[in-house]
């Protein structure tokens, strides 16, 4: 459309008075508007048709699944790779990652005020109205956990619950206080956390099933468990006094593991040795027994002869000895010598004590 501004503001300054335009030109200016054509529009209404009909191709990555809408509602779900809906207003799609495992923190905030942002090591603050727990022997105790999950059913996660992010954490916040709730505060700060956390976690998933949230639970984790600030104090003392307690009993573990075996192993060398003793006596009194009977058997055939073997076998047993001191003489010499008893070499008579005199 041509508007002849020029020619118009000369119109106006050729008025007298400078009057404005009069209803004639404004007839005339409308009649030109009515006839003004857009160049080319048979070609920009097809390629505007076209673009259109092209704006319902798109793609799903490996790790999403496509959801179809139709006039806002379900329709269908697609694969990954290229796919195609009826552009909007008729259908659109949405493609939430299936495979991507997220977290929720319950108890603190490890940055910034989600509870769902990444991990920051150092930056986190505790949010009491959720750490605090009440255990079944009526002690309080502050547990701080996450929740690790994913989308298992893209269909039920983004129709059945207006808000599952926080659906899930209500449910996990109210299945760990159920868990705590059943156990003892010794089960949550020492040995039974494992045990907590597959009863939340499986409590959790029971919760996010029935209200179909189409979320699934991978993992419940806790990160740090403690008596409130104001007893911290004392249960230190207590578990310094459980340490303790540990400890004597493994180290007398250890002194009884390491004692019962040297008395079990001196006992059976004591045992052995006394069953080698009697065997080796009566093995000895047995051939001692069995070479009298034999030397009798011989004595009794020829005693004279027996008689001066056997003398001669014990002088050579004595006079072999080197142990024995032996002094040889002949009869004459023995006869004319005299007998030497070697008193200073017997034992002492022991002395009687004095007898009383009687009065």
Request: hydrophobic content about 40%; cysteine-free.
């Amino acid at each position: 459309m041509n508007w002849d501004w020029e020619k118009l503001q000369k119109q106006q300054q050729g008025r007298p008075g400078g009057k404005p335009p009069s209803f004639d030109d404004f007839q005339e200016q409308l009649e030109k508007f009515k006839n003004f054509k857009l160049p080319g529009w048979k070609f920009i209404v097809p390629i505007i048709i076209l673009l259109w009909i092209a704006s319902g191709f798109y793609i799903v990555e490996p790790d999403e699944v496509g959801v179809v809408k139709q006039f806002g509602q379900f329709n269908r779900v697609t694969t990954a790779g290229p796919n195609y809906h009826i552009p909007f207003p008729v259908e659109s799609v949405l493609t939430p990652k299936v495979t991507q495992i997220r977290r929720v923190e319950f108890g603190f905030r490890s940055s910034g005020l989600a509870r769902n942002l990444s991990f920051q090591q150092g930056v986190s603050r505790e949010v009491k109205e959720e750490s605090l727990m009440l255990t079944g022997d009526e002690n309080i105790v502050s547990v701080q956990f996450i929740v690790q999950y994913m989308i298992k059913d893209a269909k039920n996660y983004l129709f059945n619950v207006n808000d599952p992010e926080m659906t899930l954490a209500h449910a996990g916040e109210a299945a760990m206080r159920e868990v705590i709730g059943y156990g003892k505060i010794d089960d949550a700060l020492t040995t039974g956390k494992q045990e907590i956390q597959v009863s939340t976690r499986t409590l959790m998933q029971e919760i996010l099933d029935m209200y179909d949230t189409g979320l699934s639970v991978v993992a419940v984790q806790m990160q740090n468990v403690h008596p409130p600030d104001e007893v911290i104090d004392a249960f230190k003392d207590v578990a310094s006094a459980r340490e303790d307690k540990s400890r004597f009993i493994n180290e007398a573990e250890a002194y009884q593991r390491d004692i019962l075996p040297k008395a079990r192993g001196e006992a059976s060398h004591i045992t052995n040795n006394a069953l080698a003793y009697k065997e080796a006596k009566i093995r000895k009194a047995e051939g001692d027994a069995a070479r009298f009977l034999s030397v009798l058997a011989e004595y009794n055939k020829a005693k004279d002869i027996t008689r001066q073997r056997l003398y001669l076998e014990t002088m050579e047993a004595i006079l072999a000895n080197p142990e024995i001191e032996k002094v040889i003489m002949s009869d004459d010499a023995l006869r004319k010598s005299v007998p030497y008893l070697p008193l200073e070499k017997l034992p002492a008579a022991k002395q009687q004590p004095a007898p009383q005199p009687t009065q």
